[in-house]
């Protein structure tokens, strides 16, 4: 998932109204990369609801403020994808005032980036850091 979150990023850097005019099949590409990412962030995102419990069970999946930003990232993976669609099929014109919605995407590497910084401490010790 690390990788998917990588590529996610080097695709949202693609789509620029340059790329697409230097290399016009270039949009299908990154439409298509697009969609299997967040096709994948949304089946993990449904397992691990499914194991952990959406609301209630032993850590449940709203609750945690990592899988919070998670389902945020997805639903702005989906705007993303459905923004494309639009764009593609002219409803919406191509780079419009909306393409603003795809900004929040690169803080996807957030989630790249958690991976390596995760430790763990006992918890009479982070007490101690914060006090």
């Known amino acids: 998932m690390r990788s998917c979150a990588l590529v996610s990023l080097i695709m949202v850097c693609m789509n620029t ?3 697409f005019e230097r290399h016009p099949n270039a949009q299908y590409f990154v439409f298509g990369v697009d969609l299997v990412i967040t ?4 089946a ?3 397992a ?6 959406i609301l209630s069970g032993e850590v449940p999946y709203l609750k945690d403020h990592w899988c919070q930003f998670d389902t945020g990232m997805v639903f702005l993976h989906w705007v993303s994808v459905i923004l494309m669609v639009f764009e593609m099929s002219a409803i919406v014109p191509r780079f419009s005032y909306l393409s ?3 900004a929040p995407r690169p803080f996807i ?3 790249f980036i958690r991976q390596f910084l995760k ?3 006992p918890k009479s010790r982070v007490n101690q850091i914060f006090k």
Do not use: A, N, Q
Not at 39 to 42: G, N
Not at 48 to 53: E, F, L
């Open 17 to 19: 109204p340059k790329t």
């Open 39 to 42: 096709v994948m962030f949304t």
């Open 100 to 102: 603003v919605l795809r």
């Open 44 to 46: 993990e995102m449904i």
């Open 119 to 121: 430790f763990s401490m």
């Open 48 to 53: 691990k609801m499914h194991i952990r419990g």
């Open 109 to 111: 590497m957030i989630r």
